[in-house]
């Protein structure tokens, strides 16, 4: 007989990496609820209410803004394989790891990519933006708001207006920030927006909620197609040519969203009831509340780790409120620090990618651990971890800076 295991018990870690974070224990309550097919008329009623909720979330009266099953590169990878035909010209600009991704997932479209790149710890500016814009002439956009790989925040109201006023899509990738700091995608005229569940908006991964407005739904239902098995004898393919994915096709996806519910893929129910949770956490804290409680987390961890004497990463005027870069201080063995924090205090943090791999930490304080208890926690492991490979530092500095950023 194939061996059973132990019974699954796994450890109560506090999450302050850059994601996956803890999840909200409503959520995990939800995620118990009893399943149901997806085409029960309760089912179906709590879809309709998962996209009521995340038009809220997103800030948006975007009628598709629905739940793409998969992780946050699944809402990625449907955005832009669903936007991108083949040969299409587009523009990505680079700030950190995810920026990479987005173009990686774009050229695997077929798109003919062009993408402009910054120092890590920096974002762009609106000039810069516009000027590539202007030489490239893209028919496509697509860029990350928050890079958790460099833990800065890209400003995007100016390139929301450089792309309506220009005729381009702009797509941009949210699984970092969403739920944190303040996206408001129709004022800020973004047409596609993803995101994830495991960071800000204090859910497990394995769901992204996705919004596109009529702009994009024009482009997308031209390639709409209906597969062979379930299509009646009206069906006329759109002109398009056929989106490169089955599972990310965003117009089969909308239909199956729609109230046709045209069959696609079984709905990961469990995830919906998490998702829908998510967001009715998010929503009952009220978003201004939301975001300032990121932002004061921010201030007091940022506040706190100074103290300690180390030195923060990146341009501090473009720090995501959820997601603190600082870096290891010499001498220090960053893994060894992290493994110490894992094995003796049950704390994550995060380490980092590519150029600043074994030269900063990343500590995240986002959703049900953007609070003082948990930065304090942190800090105070921190300081022992620290201390004992020998870094001086000022006994309890930290943590009382800290306190003073939190109360501002
Ligand atoms: C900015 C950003 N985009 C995309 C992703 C990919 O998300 P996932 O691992 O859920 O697919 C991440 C994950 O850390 C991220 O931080």
Known sequence: MAELFEDLDPPQRLLMGPGPINAHPRVLQAMAAPLLGQFDP??????????ALYRGVF?????????????????????LVSL???????????????????????????????????????????????????????????????????????PLEALGRLCRGNDALLYVDATATLGGMDLPVDRWQLDVVSAGLQKCMGGPSGCAPL?????????????????????????KAGDGPMIASNYFDLAMIMDYWSDKALNHHTEATTMLYAARECARVVLGEGL??????????????????????????????????????????????????RRAL??????????????????????????VNATEDAILRTLRALEQVLAAQNFKLPAGAGAAAAAAGWRG
Request: hydrophobic share 40%; net charge positive; aromatic share 6%.
């Open 342 to 367: 894992l094995e003796e205090h049950d704390i994550e943090i995060g380490t980092s990618f590519g150029p600043l791999h074994g030269k900063i930490w990343r500590i995240g304080t986002m959703g």
């Open 288 to 337: 201004p509340a939301v975001f300032a409680r990121h932002a004061r987390a921010s201030q007091a961890i940022s506040a706190g780790l100074s103290a300690m004497g180390l030195k923060l990463f990146g341009d501090p005027r473009h720090k995501m409120a959820n997601v603190t870069g600082v870096y290891i201080p010499q001498g220090v063995d960053g893994d060894r620090a």
């Open 84 to 154: 991108i035909e083949p040969g299409d010209r587009v523009l990505i600009p680079v700030f950190g790891r995810f920026g990479h991704l987005l173009a990686e997932i774009a050229r695997r479209a077929g798109a003919e990519v062009r993408t402009i790149e910054t120092e890590w710890g920096t974002v762009f500016t609106d000039e810069q933006l516009s000027r590539a814009f202007l030489e490239l002439r893209p028919k496509i956009v697509a860029v990350c708001h928050g890079d958790t790989s460099t833990t800065m925040a890209q």
């Open 211 to 235: 919004t596109l407005n009529e702009r994009a739904e024009k482009r997308i239902l031209r390639r709409r197609h209906i597969e062979e098995g379930i299509r009646d004898k009206n069906y």
């Open 42 to 51: 309760k089912f179906r009623e709590y879809m309709k209410q998962a996209s």
């Open 59 to 79: 800030q948006t009266a975007n009628r598709w803004t629905l739940l793409v099953d998969g992780t946050a590169r699944a809402g990625i990878e449907a955005a």
